[in-house]
């Protein structure tokens, strides 16, 4: 199957400092990419090369296999067919909501202007909403105004800048849910942008992680989350701590709270030193443990209780462990490693 | 972000968007480039024979007439600015606004109405020797057409832009600072020299340098009284001598003051940005006045109001009420209707063109553009008889050499085809008020977000697509501002509709300057009134949304 967006070697400056390097990433119809990373990382750089706001100063970028962007040329994003959904929404606030959906159909003869208008509010579940105004509405009920107003014209496809950041925390999980079934159900291929790896998780099929201009890993949200690429990645997404080992022998690692079993990169030279990533799922409060620590920290998340431990050896871990194990600081608490990703760095 | 590297496929409207915008630029500075081009050229005998008599009267009564406004407009500006932003006395609700309305009466209409009042026959001194038996030559009493004269009645009539500005400036400034003064030993004096007047300077400076602005670019008030300044100096040159050269070489010498007025201003402007220490803005702390010093806060705000505007309002309705069975017939209506007809189509055209330009500076975005702005923003500190002289030159040649070339060429003589024309004259008020409406529709502009402009672009809209169904929508009010304005500024426009208008073609201004220069001030009164009335308007527009503004509430 070709893919619908093809980005390869994009390079954008500004004036002579470099925002984006060697970006290359593609993404097949109907999929839902996200670009994942901290604030200033250029991400939503990639997304306004994307909507042809910024011209690349190398590499090129293709929408349905036509090219759009390429050093010294650039087409003019009315010609792109690309719809976006802004972070402020940017509805226009002196037209109706239908009006607003409408905006990007003036191509179309008035039926079909109005059946897809009708068409639309009813999928984000707004169908008496047309003839009110912007200013009229929640926030939630303008973002998905926006949404439909940017799929509206059938995009090849949909940019996504932070949509859900203006909105309350406690409905952005459930946002970014409705959003993917909507995106789903008219088969769109979108790209969101976003710091917020729950948001992520929740809306895309494949995650982009960037920063510093630089794609640091592309994959699934499982993938990232457990076979990070390197120290930023696995620093960026969830918790957990680097700690030194030292290499048994192709299958095992050996740490201070025992070894781990799972795939040594080739070439680790028994007993040569490295760093494995521990997650605090991979350590487990045992009582019957003879590795122990002492909490040095704790924080209570309602199910479970996030512990900071340290270790004889000073080396700090986290623990996650059910909230019924409430241990006081400084107390000596046993524990045991369950690793199920072996993640290793060579030593820094 | 158009580099001009990049290929952009764009329509034929936006590749000839930036060369477009730099051409207008350069178009509307043809009478400025034009006078200054004056200041290197070689001069004749007339430029000699100004220089042995009357230049150095020139140079003197200017700046005597600018030190003067400085001083008027400083103190009436400064101290009615202070007492109605921070004290607390009866009427100053009325007087925050109030105070502007000098604004809509041009300093030629309030001099010679002063003139018909206070002047030897006038009722004034006619009362004075009834009552006393006194007859001419017995008494004295103050000359009003003098160079003291003129500088009361053009700091009557300009003090509302220090006002202005010197008012936004004390708001602005946050009441921490004060409060620290006054915790530091100041008492109310004291924080106001030390603290709050400092701070508010660059305001002050920018409000000053722009009343100085109108009072070089003045020629009613001076004309009348018979002062030899710049403007009425180029006049005698231009139409006594007939020497365009000496004329435009005396524009050039007052073209350095206005640059000067310029940069001072734009130099204070930017200080001003610098001067919030901190963005906290609580309720400000009132100086609340009683009995005899509300009293007297009470009359500083009233006497600028009331010989600035309500004295002149009053003595014009009064003439007024006595000529206009006489004078508004059907060569009044034509007046009207000139007037109009002239004032709509250049605010229609200034408008336009302020789209043309400040949208394309939005879109653009390219330093060619930001720099043609700047320098076409330069007219509105251009006095008239400068841009109308500006005018009348490069025109006159084009005329010339066409007719030549006709006749050579064909043997038809097209005779004068833009020079006398209203042609001439709205190219004149566009290079001057051009930069108004720039101002305002940009005002308006900035109040759109990027991302409307970018969500109608990626729902495949080109952008002057945009501006006709997002953006003027959006600016309505701002786009109505700056025709009014222009209209306005037209419609009080004297000097370069003197100088350049057709022959026997009239405009209120004109019309009221000609009726009090012949002595008939009274008849001249309904012109003036109508002018006064229509002027209001935008003053209105300024004091309510003056009285709305208050940083950080």
């Not at chain 1, 009229?136 to 105004?145: A, D, I, K, N, T």
């Not at chain 1, 789903?184 to 201009?213: P, S």
């Not at chain 2, 915790?183 to 340098?209: D, E």
């Not at chain 2, 034509?334 to 043309?356: D, N, R």
């Amino acid at each position: 199957m070709t893919s619908q967006l093809d980005v390869e070697d994009l390079e954008v400056r500004y004036d002579d400092y470099v925002v984006l390097k060697a970006i290359s990433f593609s993404l097949k119809p109907g999929k839902i990419g996200c670009i994942l990373g901290p604030s200033g990382c250029g991400k939503t750089t990639v997304l306004r090369a994307i909507a042809g706001f910024e011209p690349a100063y190398g590499g090129r970028i293709l929408i349905d296999r036509v090219e759009v962007s390429s050093r010294d040329y650039c087409v003019a994003t009315e010609k792109r067919n690309i719809g976006m959904v802004f972070q402020d929404f940017a509805l226009f606030p002196h037209l109706s909501v239908a009006d607003n959906v409408r905006f990007g159909l003036k191509s179309w003869s008035s039926r079909e202007q109005k059946e897809r208008v009708q068409e639309l509010l009813a999928m984000i579940g707004m169908p008496a909403y047309g003839q009110a105004f912007p200013h009229q509405l929640s926030g939630g009920q303008q973002q998905r105004v926006a949404l439909a107003r940017a799929m509206a014209p059938r995009p090849g496809i949909l940019l996504m800048d932070e949509p859900f950041s203006s909105m309350d925390i406690d409905l952005r999980e459930q946002l970014a849910r409705e959003v993917r079934n909507i995106l789903k159900q008219e088969n769109v291929t979108a790209i969101l942008v976003t710091h917020d790896q729950n948001e992520a998780f929740a809306l895309a099929d494949e995650i982009c992680v960037m920063n510093e201009g630089r794609i640091q890993q592309q994959d699934s949200g499982y993938n990232l989350y457990h076979r990070p690429a390197n120290r930023f990645v696995a620093d960026f997404i969830g918790q957990g701590v680097i700690i030194p080992a030292t290499v048994e022998n192709e299958h095992s690692v050996r740490t201070e709270l025992g070894s781990i079993e799972g795939e040594v990169p080739p070439g680790s030279a028994k007993g040569s030193l490295v760093d494995v990533l521990i997650r605090p799922d991979d350590v487990v409060h045992d009582d019957s443990s003879s590795d122990t620590a002492i909490v040095v920290e704790k924080s209570f998340r309602g199910a479970d209780f996030l512990y900071f431990l340290r270790m004889d050896s000073g080396i700090e871990v986290l623990c996650l462990a059910p909230s019924h194990h409430d241990h006081k600081i400084n107390e000596r608490i046993g524990i045991r490693l369950n690793v199920d990703h072996l993640v290793i760095f060579e030593r820094s | 972000m158009i580099n001009s590297k990049i290929r952009f496929s764009a329509s034929l409207f936006e590749r000839l968007w930036q060369p477009g915008i730099l051409l207008t630029a350069f178009v509307f500075s043809i009478p400025v480039l034009t006078i200054a081009s004056f200041l290197f050229l070689p001069t004749g005998d007339i430029w000699q024979h100004l220089v042995d008599t009357v230049l150095a009267d020139y140079l003197l009564n200017s700046v005597l007439l600018m030190i003067g406004v400085a001083l008027g407009t400083f103190s009436m500006g400064v101290t009615c600015a202070w007492l109605t932003s921070l004290c607390e006395f009866p009427g100053k609700k009325l007087f925050i606004w109030t105070l502007l309305l000098p604004l809509a009466m041009p300093a030629y209409i309030i001099a010679y109405t002063y003139t018909g009042m206070f002047d030897f026959a006038g009722p004034v001194q006619t009362q004075i020797r009834d009552w006393t038996g006194w007859g001419y030559g017995d008494y004295y009493f103050p000359e009003v057409r003098s160079l003291g004269g003129a500088i009361v009645m053009l700091s009557l009539v300009l003090y509302p832009y220090v006002y202005l500005l010197a008012r936004a400036a004390f708001l602005e400034q946050s009441v921490c600072v004060i409060e620290v003064s006054r915790t530091l030993g100041c008492n109310v004096w004291t924080s106001f020299y030390r603290v709050a007047l400092p701070l508010a300077r660059p305001a002050i400076v920018a409000g000053m340098s722009l009343a100085l602005m109108e009072t070089l670019a003045d020629y009613g008030t001076v004309s009348y009284f018979g002062i030899g300044v710049f403007t009425t100096g180029i006049f005698r040159t231009w139409f006594g001598l007939g020497d365009s050269g000496a004329a435009a070489k005396l524009a050039a010498i007052l073209l350095l003051f206005v640059f000067t007025l310029v940069v001072v201003e734009r130099w204070s402007r930017q200080r001003a940005q610098y001067h919030h220490t901190t963005n906290r803005y609580s309720k400000l702390p009132v100086y609340r006045l009683t009995g005899a010093r509300a009293l007297i806060a009470c009359i500083a705000c009233l006497m600028p109001l009331l010989f600035g505007f309500l004295l002149p309002a009053f003595q014009l309705s009064l003439w007024a009420i006595d000529t206009y069975a006489v004078m508004i017939d059907s060569s009044f209506y034509k007046l009207v209707l000139h007037t109009v007809l002239l004032g709509l189509s250049t605010a229609v055209l200034a408008v336009m063109l302020a789209l043309f330009m400040a949208y394309g500076k939005r879109v653009l975005a390219s330093k060619l553009v930001f720099a043609s702005i700047r320098v076409v923003a330069i007219g509105y500190a251009v006095p008239g008889t400068i841009i109308a002289v500006g005018v009348i030159i490069p025109l006159t040649w084009f005329d010339n050499t066409l007719d030549s070339y006709m006749r050579e060429q064909f043997d038809i003589s097209t005779g004068l085809l833009l020079s006398g024309t209203l042609f001439a004259v709205m190219f004149a008020y566009l290079v001057r008020f051009l930069a108004v409406s720039i101002q305002s529709v940009e005002s308006g502009l900035v109040k759109i977000k990027p991302s409307m402009d970018e969500a109608a672009r990626s729902l495949g809209r080109k952008p002057t697509d945009i501006l006709f169904n997002v953006h003027l929508p959006l600016m309505k009010g701002s786009v109505l501002t700056a025709l009014l304005i222009v209209f306005v500024d037209v419609m009080k426009e004297l000097p370069a509709t003197l100088i350049l208008r057709p022959f026997n073609f009239n405009t209120l201004a004109v019309r009221a300057f000609e009726l009090a220069s012949d002595e008939r001030l009274a008849d001249s009164s309904s012109a003036a009134l109508m002018i006064v009335v229509v002027g209001l308007l935008p003053v209105i527009l300024l004091s309510k949304s003056i009285a709305s503004s208050r940083a950080g509430s």
